[in-house]
């Protein structure tokens, strides 16, 4: 299963990404954490550590390269490894990364901390990429990543770059619920209504949920519950002492310390994931339309001509070897 907190630049993407981890870490389930963001402060709420590594960023040019060597694998249907698009679907062949499993090669490789809860890292801009490159480019690798992946019993925790992004790419169909964080303003609510048009026209409305976020007083939850329709709003967390406490030390979320409502919110969210689930192979025939809308593009058949027999008819996730 695969969640993506997203929203407003500091609505609290982050600290709803860490609360959940720390939630499911403390009820022994088993996650795979990243962190998607620019602003990358995901490690430092989960214990890993101030700063991670920028060698193990997913978004370096050589780690993309190594990447998608093991990703694709023996897979015939992708020729070379430019060839290999961000919408580029799995086939017999390609090598899945094995969630379940902390010595999977790209998990071994690329993650952080403790092997129960690794942290993957997309990254911020390469200097190569300032000026000539936007983030969403760095997402690429996480949308091959997703889709190359044995869901199993693990749960895939992103904490999404602040914006739309996740509209412009393959993303929005790559996870099972998408929560977006909003807070008690005019702004937040207009942040919402932009996400309930894109979820709408991609055909994803369905798996779009939302937390309330920041809230100071009842007034504010009842502002969000005035502004946001039910069927959509999960709870609202009221502003949190240790989460400000944890802000001046630097320390990680200690989840024994949150407060009830917000624990009882994290079970929520775990009880709608599991609701929302989607069957991986279903999941591949949308994966499949957007390949197919994607490598239309004139930019594409014009530099790499027609790549469409990358989708393999025959593959399924529930037969292929990680
Ligand atoms: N419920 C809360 N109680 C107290 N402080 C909070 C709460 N939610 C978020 N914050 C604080 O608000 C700030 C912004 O939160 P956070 O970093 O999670 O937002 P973000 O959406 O990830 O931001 P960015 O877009 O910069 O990545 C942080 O200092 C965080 O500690
Ligand atoms: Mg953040």
């Given at each position: 299963?695969?969640?993506?907190?997203?929203?407003?630049g500091g609505?609290?993407?982050?600290?709803?990404?860490a609360?959940f981890?720390?939630?499911?870490?403390?009820?022994k389930?088993?996650?795979?954490?990243?962190d998607?963001?620019?602003?990358?402060?995901?490690a430092?709420?989960?214990?890993?550590?101030?700063l991670?590594?920028?060698?193990?960023?997913?978004?370096n040019?050589?780690?993309?390269?190594?990447?998608?060597?093991?990703?694709?694998?023996?897979?015939?249907?992708?020729?070379?490894?430019a060839?290999?698009?961000k919408?580029?679907p799995?086939g017999?062949?390609?090598?899945?990364?094995?969630?379940?499993?902390?010595?999977?090669?790209?998990?071994s490789r690329?993650?952080?901390g403790?092997?129960e809860?690794?942290?993957l890292?997309?990254g911020?801009?390469?200097?190569?990429g300032?000026?000539?490159?936007?983030y969403?480019?760095n997402?690429?690798?996480?949308?091959?990543?997703?889709?190359?992946?044995?869901?199993g019993?693990?749960?895939?925790?992103?904490?999404m770059?602040?914006?739309?992004?996740?509209?412009?790419?393959?993303?929005?169909?790559?996870?099972?619920?998408?929560?977006?964080?909003?807070?008690?303003?005019k702004?937040?609510?207009e942040?919402?209504?932009?996400?309930?048009?894109?979820?709408e026209?991609?055909?994803?409305?369905?798996?779009?949920?939302?937390?309330g976020?920041?809230?100071?007083?009842?007034?504010d939850?009842?502002?969000?519950?005035?502004?946001?329709?039910?069927p959509?709003?999960?709870?609202?967390i009221?502003?949190?002492?240790?989460?400000?406490?944890i802000?001046?030390?630097?320390?990680?979320?200690a989840?024994?310390q949150?407060?009830?409502?917000?624990c009882?919110?994290?079970?929520t969210i775990?009880?709608?994931?599991?609701?929302?689930r989607?069957?991986a192979?279903?999941?591949?025939q949308?994966l499949?339309?957007?390949?197919r809308k994607?490598v239309?593009?004139?930019?594409?058949?014009?530099r790499?001509g027609d790549?469409?027999?990358?989708i393999?008819p025959d593959?399924s996730?529930a037969?292929a070897?990680?």
């Amino acid at each position: 299963m695969k969640i993506a907190f997203v929203g407003k630049g500091g609505s609290g993407k982050t600290t709803l990404s860490a609360l959940f981890i720390q939630y499911l870490r403390q009820h022994k389930q088993r996650v795979v954490a990243i962190d998607a963001d620019i602003n990358m402060h995901l490690a430092p709420l989960l214990g890993y550590g101030e700063l991670v590594d920028s060698t193990l960023y997913l978004s370096n040019p050589e780690n993309i390269r190594d990447i998608k060597t093991t990703l694709k694998g023996s897979n015939p249907r992708i020729k070379e490894l430019a060839h290999f698009r961000k919408s580029t679907p799995p086939g017999h062949g390609s090598q899945l990364i094995d969630l379940s499993n902390a010595a999977d090669p790209l998990l071994s490789r690329y993650a952080i901390g403790q092997a129960e809860a690794p942290l993957l890292t997309v990254g911020s801009y390469g200097t190569e990429g300032i000026g000539v490159s936007c983030y969403h480019n760095n997402l690429a690798i996480l949308e091959n990543m997703l889709s190359h992946m044995r869901d199993g019993n693990t749960i895939v925790v992103t904490d999404m770059v602040a914006g739309t992004d996740a509209f412009a790419s393959t993303l929005h169909a790559q996870f099972d619920l998408l929560v977006l964080s909003v807070e008690p303003t005019k702004r937040g609510i207009e942040v919402f209504k932009q996400y309930q048009q894109l979820s709408e026209e991609a055909g994803v409305i369905d798996r779009l949920r939302v937390v309330g976020n920041k809230a100071r007083s009842h007034e504010d939850a009842q502002f969000i519950r005035d502004h946001i329709p039910a069927p959509f709003l999960l709870g609202t967390i009221l502003e949190s002492a240790h989460l400000r406490e944890i802000e001046r030390t630097g320390e990680a979320i200690a989840i024994e310390q949150v407060e009830d409502d917000t624990c009882r919110l994290m079970a929520t969210i775990a009880d709608e994931l599991k609701a929302h689930r989607i069957d991986a192979d279903t999941r591949l025939q949308t994966l499949h339309a957007l390949h197919r809308k994607y490598v239309g593009q004139d930019f594409i058949t014009e530099r790499f001509g027609d790549l469409t027999s990358q989708i393999d008819p025959d593959f399924s996730y529930a037969e292929a070897h990680a």
